[in-house]
């Protein structure tokens, strides 16, 4: 008689953790950053930096406790999210201290301000703070399903972040900023594009089946209904209007454009692309017509050397000398700590940190840095995929996709290929409410991950089960 096997449909052999992976590309996350440090203080005065041991140790013990944090509380995770990161942010502190040590970058800063702040001490801390909400998101938000509970309160915490700036003063001709009395200056739109995508997940994955429905088809597209228009209509809108008061085309395409990526992705229709292309382009040519601070970024972008000289703004210089800095980099770059990009000015280590890179970095260390924010996305998507629950698939995507355009929107603008928006670089540029808010996007993929990736449990014995055997004559 053949021998008998119980089968079962719930498999509780899951991938494995990858822990051990994870350490062990951290360590060359770290590694690569200190190296680079030492670099430039070798190629700038000829001797190791001062802050060497301080930087090394730091950014490592920073990466130690995220690393162990992930180990205990999502085992399954992701094992290329949090090494991306840490690299991402080592390298960025590495640019901005480098930036801090231009003779130039001083003494412009001295005779604008009276004095000059370094930005890089204050960056690692707003780096550790970032950390520390990284491992707040793991060790508190349980199960990513629970932020579907709170999905139209995230539509109104999203309102008041995107609104809020509205109120406050204009600063290099955009209202993207708040100022707190000792605290400095928070920037709401980057915490707002995780709130706002927890808002569209939930949102879209009640209203997806409704929709997708299409009343007639035309010219191979099918055309939605003209009541489910009502949606897309209204984030719109709401786009527009944020252009026209705070003037920030940066926020207002990754708004619009983030609704329009989960739409698609939710509803798998080819016409919301279409529209959504339609509308942007309407929505933006209109603004221009009336904006004069949008109609100066537009004709900076087309043609920023004639108005190199004569543009009081200085956006027309720093596009001019965005460009003339990628083209002096070459295909291997004159070597870090020995560019010339801080001629910039005071948008070197924030909007242009990317020109450094060019530069100093070359063809070749552009694309792999882009190729690295591409793993982010790729990790992000392939977390989507792997996604069990609908809500957890559109959120992954969501974070995602918020934070490919502000990649794409960022290095477009510096490198030529669309109008300068004004946002900064996730992970490299100066800026404390970026570093932060892109440590909670990274917790918030990591915990989707791990609910992802984690063993299904062991099914309950069943204390009525009976054994039971065949026999055969």
């Known amino acids: 008689m053949p021998n008998a096997t119980a089968t079962t449909t719930i498999s509780t052999v899951g991938l494995p953790s990858r822990r051990n992976t994870e350490l062990a590309l951290l360590v060359f996350a770290v590694l690569i950053p200190c190296f680079a440090y030492a670099n430039v203080g070798l190629a700038m005065d000829g001797a190791m930096p001062s802050g060497m041991l301080g930087y090394s140790l730091g950014l490592g013990l920073m990466a130690g406790v995220a690393h ?3 180990r205990k509380f999502a085992r399954y995770a992701d094992p290329l999210l949090l090494p991306l990161a840490t690299l ?98 928070i920037q709401p739109g980057e915490f707002a594009k995780i709130v706002i995508a927890v808002f569209f997940s939930g ?46 085309l940066g926020t207002s395409l990754l708004f619009f454009g983030l609704f329009v990526v989960m739409l698609y992705v939710a509803t798998e229709r080819t016409s919301w692309i279409f529209f959504g292309l339609l509308m942007s382009a309407v929505g933006a040519v209109g603004v221009a017509t009336f904006e004069s601070h949008v109609q100066k970024r537009v004709n900076a972008w087309l043609d920023p050397f004639a ?7 200085g956006a027309c210089q720093q596009i001019g000398d965005a460009v003339m800095s990628f083209g002096s980099g070459g295909t291997l770059g004159s070597g870090l700590g020995q560019g010339n990009s801080d001629l910039i000015g005071f948008a070197a280590n924030a909007d242009f940190i990317l020109s450094t890179v060019g530069e100093e970095l070359g063809l070749a260390g552009m694309m792999a840095l882009l190729l690295l924010y591409g793993l982010i996305v790729e990790r992000g998507v392939r ?72 063993p299904a449990p062991s099914p309950a014995s069943s204390p009525d089960a009976e054994m039971t055997q065949v026999v055969r004559p």
Request: glycine letters at 10%.
């Open 203 to 248: 949102y879209l994955m009640v209203k997806r089946d409704a929709l997708a429905l299409a009343s007639r088809r035309f010219m191979g597209m099918y055309l939605p209904r003209g009541r489910d228009l009502g949606p897309i209509l209204a984030v719109w809108a709401m786009s527009i209007l944020i252009l026209v008061f705070e003037t920030d």
């Open 307 to 313: 108005c190199y000289k004569t543009d009081p703004s």
């Open 383 to 454: 977390t989507a995929l792997a996604a069990r629950d609908p809500f957890g698939k559109l959120l992954a995507v969501g974070l995602s996709g918020a934070f490919a355009l502000q990649v794409f929107v960022v290095a477009g603008g510096v490198m030529g290929l669309i109008p300068l928006t004004g946002m900064t670089m996730p992970f490299l540029a100066a800026g404390g409410s970026s570093i932060i808010a892109n440590w909670a996007l990274i917790g918030i993929l990591i915990r989707i991950s791990d609910t992802a990736r984690r």
């Open 88 to 185: 991402l942010n080592g390298l960025g502190l590495v640019l901005i201290w480098r930036l801090d040590q231009s003779p130039r970058l001083i003494q412009r800063a001295k005779s604008a301000f009276g004095s000059f702040q370094p930005d890089a001490p204050k960056q690692l801390l707003f780096t550790a703070v970032g950390i520390a909400l990284f491992i707040g998101v793991l060790m508190l938000l349980k199960d990513h399903r629970i932020l579907q509970r709170y999905t139209y309160i995230s539509m109104a915490v999203a309102l008041f972040l995107l609104v809020v700036p509205m109120f406050f003063p204009a600063v290099n001709g955009a209202k993207i900023w708040i100022s707190i009395p000792g605290l400095g200056t």
């Open 68 to 70: 162990l944090v992930v």
